[in-house]
């Protein structure tokens, strides 16, 4: 498997989370979640889309890793048998090759609360503030002058 990504742009949201150090099931699942926390951010504030729309790409996605690590999943297992490899005696192998339930846990920030909670704790994120120019009591005036407009005589 080729890891060289020489040819990822170097501003991208990959060029930057590929520095993540996944020595473990759990680091690689933080990593993941920071992929899907950014991927679910440019589609809300690059892209505009609908939170309806977003849910339904994450769902989506949610079930293409699924399949993607049950048929890889699967295949290592049954390779290993045939190769006279039991992964029952070996506990960082049963994590590794059940990695699909880990990985389905990297989903649990499809909310809007829990993506932004996670940015905030994960990514840095600082949420705008809104700032109100008048009196919270102030009526707001507009002076409009009413004119008629001059006839052409």
Same mark, same amino acid.
């Given at each position: ?15 930057? $989370?590929?520095?993540?150090?996944? #020595? #473990? ?11 899907? !926390? $950014? ?13 309806? @729309?977003?849910?339904? !790409? ?13 048929? =890889?999943?699967?295949? @290592?297992?049954?390779? =290993? ?5 039991? !992964? ?8 590794? $090759? ?16 829990? =993506? ?15 700032? @109100? =120019? ?9 002076? @409009? ?9």
């Amino acid at each position: 498997m080729n890891n060289d990504c020489s040819d990822i742009d170097p501003d991208s949201d990959a060029a930057v $989370l590929h520095t993540d150090d996944c #020595s #473990s099931l759990s680091d690689m699942v933080v990593s993941l979640q920071r992929h899907l !926390a $950014l991927f679910m951010l440019k589609l809300r504030e690059k892209h505009c889309l609908a939170r309806n @729309v977003r849910n339904s !790409a994450v769902d989506d996605l949610k079930c293409v890793c699924s399949v993607i690590t049950t048929t =890889l999943c699967d295949t @290592v297992r049954k390779q =290993l048998q045939e190769a006279g490899i039991s !992964a029952d005696n070996n506990e960082q192998l049963q994590q590794v $090759l059940n990695v699909e339930y880990s990985i389905s846990g990297a989903f649990d920030i499809s909310s809007e609360y829990k =993506l932004t909670k996670f940015c905030k704790e994960n990514l840095g994120m600082i949420e705008a503030k809104e700032h @109100v =120019l008048q009196p919270p009591n102030a009526k707001l005036s507009v002076n @409009v002058s009413l004119t008629r407009k001059p006839s052409c005589r």
